[in-house]
């Protein structure tokens, strides 16, 4: 128990983000299951947008971490890591394997910061 | 009927999502590695996988949180990434209906993409399952490995040097996840939209970009659908 508090003492926005994302997220799973017998499905007014959710937030999370706009656009392109995230995305779409994805992509990150780029 | 019957059930669970594993456990060991950079250590990282159970808005909260977001930010990128799984709960919802409230809650708490994925194509083909065990065989798996995961990634994170960028597995597990989401014309316009945007606002004040790519994305994606274009 003074582990779990000196934790929460320690971090304690870490554990308010922890505690609102896992209370919503719950309510998020538990919606239809819960309220089954009473609202049958997904509106489909909710339906729509909601179909665009994965592809949308996903790219905006990968995408900042590839690339960040530079002054010039050689400067932009010339970053390692869109090398390696290009290499990994055709690794993803040829095999769709988590795995080989990140593999390939540190690999390649891995061979411009220390061999090319050094 | 109690019996073998019941545990083969369960085991079926287990035995169908071992294969899914592979992409799991690097996933899980990105989650572990991402707290340690966030300046988290070993408790916040497992509460996080326990509390919250879902990669993607663990990974993005992880990243907020290093940069010193606000806090609605942190949380409601988190809950825009989740918002998915209302879609999941919908759709499996029918095959939980006849257990209790109890059982229903429980069940709720496991809910997965994986675990979704697999059960709804098991319950379509194999109608005489006992769909809980089955269920339960393969979400409390992933849930098993996850956390496993986890506490494998903070140690392996605080132990390997900065210069490795151990962190780029971050957005390369993303990557992964988004090739086979952009499936058709209009998702793949809402994956490069959203990419895009959130590239350029990359800057905006409270680290709003990556919300703001998002919405766009999703902007971009329901305007291709109605226009078809």
Same mark, same amino acid.
């Given at each position: 128990?003074?582990?779990?508090?000196?934790?929460?003492?320690?971090?304690?926005?870490?554990?308010?983000?922890?505690?609102?994302?896992?209370?919503?997220?719950?309510?998020?799973?538990?919606?239809?299951?819960?309220?089954?017998?009473?609202?049958?499905?997904?509106?489909?007014?909710?339906?729509?947008?909601?179909?665009?959710?994965?592809?949308?937030?996903?790219?905006?999370? =990968?995408?900042?971490?590839?690339?960040?706009?530079?002054?010039? =656009?050689?400067?932009?392109?010339?970053?390692?890591?869109?090398?390696?995230?290009?290499?990994?995305?055709?690794?993803?779409?040829?095999?769709?394997?988590?795995?080989?994805?990140?593999?390939?992509?540190?690999?390649?990150?891995?061979?411009?910061?220390?061999?090319?780029?050094? | 009927?109690?019996?073998?019957?019941?545990?083969?059930?369960?085991?079926?669970?287990?035995? *169908?999502?071992?294969?899914?594993?592979?992409?799991?456990?690097?996933?899980?060991?990105?989650?572990?590695?991402? /707290?340690? *950079? /966030?300046?988290?250590?070993?408790?916040?990282?497992?509460?996080? #996988?326990?509390?919250?159970?879902?990669?993607?808005?663990? $990974?993005?909260?992880?990243?907020?949180?290093?940069?010193?977001?606000? $806090?609605?930010?942190?949380?409601?990128?988190?809950?825009?990434?989740?918002?998915?799984?209302?879609?999941? #709960?919908? #759709?499996?919802?029918?095959?939980?209906?006849?257990?209790?409230?109890?059982?229903?809650?429980?069940?709720?708490?496991?809910?997965?993409?994986?675990?979704?994925?697999?059960?709804?194509?098991?319950?379509?083909?194999?109608?005489?399952?006992?769909?809980?065990?089955?269920?339960?065989?393969?979400?409390?798996?992933?849930?098993?490995?996850?956390?496993?995961?986890?506490? +494998?990634?903070?140690?392996?994170?605080?132990?390997?040097? *900065?210069?490795?960028?151990?962190?780029?597995?971050?957005?390369?597990?993303?990557?992964? $996840?988004?090739?086979? +989401?952009?499936?058709?014309?209009?998702?793949?316009?809402?994956?490069?939209?959203?990419?895009?945007?959130?590239?350029?606002?990359?800057?905006?004040?409270?680290?709003?970009?990556?919300?703001?790519?998002?919405? #766009?994305?999703?902007?971009?994606?329901?305007?291709?659908?109605?226009?078809?274009?």
């Amino acid at each position: 128990m003074t582990g779990a508090l000196a934790s929460v003492v320690a971090s304690p926005r870490a554990w308010v983000a922890i505690v609102a994302i896992g209370v919503l997220t719950y309510g998020i799973r538990l919606s239809f299951i819960h309220l089954f017998g009473r609202i049958d499905g997904v509106p489909t007014r909710l339906q729509r947008p909601l179909r665009y959710v994965p592809p949308a937030v996903l790219a905006a999370l =990968v995408l900042p971490d590839l690339v960040t706009l530079e002054p010039s =656009v050689a400067a932009t392109l010339l970053d390692e890591r869109l090398v390696a995230g290009l290499v990994a995305g055709a690794v993803a779409w040829r095999t769709e394997n988590v795995f080989a994805t990140i593999a390939t992509g540190m690999v390649t990150l891995w061979a411009f910061r220390f061999v090319v780029f050094a | 009927m109690r019996g073998p019957a019941i545990d083969e059930d369960l085991v079926a669970g287990v035995r *169908d999502v071992s294969p899914l594993m592979l992409g799991i456990v690097p996933f899980a060991l990105v989650a572990g590695i991402a /707290a340690v *950079d /966030a300046g988290l250590g070993l408790p916040e990282a497992v509460g996080m #996988s326990v509390i919250v159970f879902a990669g993607a808005s663990q $990974l993005a909260a992880l990243e907020l949180l290093g940069e010193n977001a606000p $806090l609605a930010v942190v949380v409601g990128t988190a809950v825009v990434i989740n918002l998915r799984m209302l879609m999941y #709960s919908a #759709s499996i919802a029918p095959h939980f209906a006849e257990y209790g409230r109890r059982l229903r809650a429980g069940l709720a708490y496991l809910l997965t993409d994986q675990a979704y994925a697999l059960s709804v194509a098991e319950f379509d083909e194999n109608p005489d399952r006992s769909r809980w065990r089955y269920y339960l065989g393969a979400a409390a798996s992933l849930w098993v490995v996850w956390q496993v995961g986890t506490v +494998a990634g903070v140690v392996l994170g605080a132990g390997v040097p *900065d210069a490795w960028g151990l962190t780029f597995a971050v957005p390369l597990v993303f990557l992964a $996840l988004l090739v086979p +989401a952009m499936k058709d014309r209009p998702t793949t316009v809402a994956g490069v939209a959203g990419g895009a945007v959130a590239v350029v606002a990359a800057g905006l004040p409270l680290n709003l970009g990556l919300l703001v790519g998002a919405l #766009s994305g999703i902007a971009a994606g329901l305007v291709t659908e109605v226009t078809g274009a």
